[in-house]
Nanobody, 124 residues
């Protein structure tokens, strides 16, 4: 199983970025994809998730209303559209997959495979 995250970069406060995560190497119809982030010196935290269950999306309170997660199943890709970025959004962003899951999971330990991080820096 492979996940490849991309799209990070440097953006000014208030700006936008779109992250992508392409996944491959498994055949289950049931899987959840999550986005997590980790800032220097801090623990990895959940950002959002899209579930097998009707493609429902979930967001952490600190990104709700600013970030939007979507999925293109034909391309095996999920996206994280990040708007109104703040300095505190600066972190490495990781995508992860929970194979066989139906409802989104919220903790790091519940995901089976991880992509490499893509760095998002919000600074003027």
């Amino acid at each position: 199983v492979q996940l490849q995250a991309s799209g990070g970069g440097l953006v000014q406060p208030g700006g936008s970025l779109r992250l992508s995560c392409t996944y491959s190497g498994f055949t289950s119809d049931y899987y959840n994809i999550g986005w997590f982030r980790q800032a220097p010196g801090k623990e990895r935290e959940g950002v959002s998730c899209i579930s097998s269950s009707y493609g429902r999306t979930y967001y952490a309170d600190y990104v709700k209303g600013r970030f939007t997660m979507s999925r293109d199943s034909a391309k095996n890709t999920v996206y994280l559209q990040m708007n109104s970025l703040k300095a505190e959004d600066t972190a490495s962003y990781y995508c992860a997959i929970d194979i066989g899951g139906w409802y989104c999971k919220s903790t790091v330990d519940e995901y089976d495979y991880w992509g490499q991080g893509t760095l998002v820096t919000v600074s003027s």
